[in-house]
């Protein structure tokens, strides 16, 4: 991830992606490259080649919004992919700037802040509705004990894109395990926008980059994707298999933290196995809290 050259590096590789056919260019003759060519998409966007040029290297890093609406129309963006290119070419902080900003933070700059005392008192109060909480970069920050028992990815302290894309249980688990991990990669990139250089995406996507032939192929894809209502199809190793509806609430006041709310369509299988699994957990909870026998008979010496 080259955070110095970000519009370059998402023009090149959207350009990529668009076969020549589909932007009404005849192939003809050997191409050495995947998709358009560089002058193909500066003859298609009505600049010239050269400025073009400059864009992908670097050299030009404030186009007009009219060149970049006209590039996104050639690349074939729709409008989050258009709003993240646009966003690449905002004013942001120098690279001295947030290096200073990184170092007097210290370790703090790769936490989140925390989440609010009333947001973690409703989804402990939801026995029914698998609930967590994570940040932009998707690390878990809290979470109630339904979600944990739907998936030990759902726990404080875990990143859950990382966890699916590398841990082999967790492929078991998500009977969608190939549109979630597509999916979950573009809303990562719409989640961080053009804050490519923040310490903590750096650490995450250098990690993933080595571990993961499929989050290298996907994150090189510069697929922009905010997440959405979903179903979450799941393999549960106690239950079988589930069927659950996702939705994410943005939590006002916080920077990016969102709620992540699971419930079974009413009346249907996949409620009743949810609240066996409900029941499953309260009461694993209840008896990791029984006394052992040496505490009950030190209860019984202290009456």
């Known amino acids: 991830m080259d955070a110095t050259n970000a519009l370059g590096e998402f023009l090149r590789a959207r350009r990529a992606l668009i076969r020549p056919e589909d932007a009404g260019i005849r192939r003809g003759g050997l191409r ?12 298609l966007a009505g600049i010239s ?4 040029l400059r864009l992908e290297q670097g050299r030009d890093r404030n186009p007009s919004l009219q060149v970049l609406e006209a590039l996104a129309d050639v ?10 290119l646009i966003g690449l070419t905002q004013a942001r902080p120098s690279q001295a700037r947030q290096s200073r900003r990184s170092t007097d933070r210290g370790p703090a700059a790769r936490k989140s802040e925390p989440v609010p005392p009333g947001i973690l008192q409703l989804i402990d109060g939801w026995p029914s509705n698998p609930a967590y909480v994570e940040n932009r970069f998707t690390d878990v920050l809290a979470a109630n004990a339904l979600a944990t028992a739907l998936s030990p990815t759902h726990s404080p302290g875990v990143n859950i894109l990382r966890a699916i894309l590398l841990d082999e249980a967790e492929r078991e688990l998500r009977r969608d395990w190939e549109e979630l991990t597509e999916a979950g990669v573009a809303a990562l990139r719409a989640n961080v926008g053009p804050d490519v250089d923040d310490p903590r995406l750096v650490e995450l996507v250098g990690e ?22 979903r179903v979450m199809r799941l393999r549960h190793p106690k239950v079988g298999d589930l069927e659950l509806q996702s939705n994410k609430l943005a939590i006002n006041g916080t920077d990016g933290l969102i709620l992540k709310v699971f419930h079974a369509e009413p009346g249907s299988r996949d409620a009743e196995l949810l609240a066996i699994l409900g029941s499953l957990t309260a009461t694993s909870s209840g008896e990791s809290r029984k006394p052992t ?3 009950e008979h030190q209860a019984v010496d202290e009456q």
């Open 49 to 52: 080649a050269d400025y073009y």
């Open 75 to 84: 690349l074939d963006l729709d409008a989050p992919a258009t709003a993240h």
């Open 32 to 43: 050495r490259v995947p998709g358009l060519r560089r002058e193909e998409v500066a003859m």
């Open 293 to 295: 026998g040496a505490d």
């Open 208 to 229: 993933l980059s080595v571990r993961s032939e499929r989050f290298r192929r996907l994150w090189g894809r510069h697929d922009v994707r905010p997440k959405h209502a």
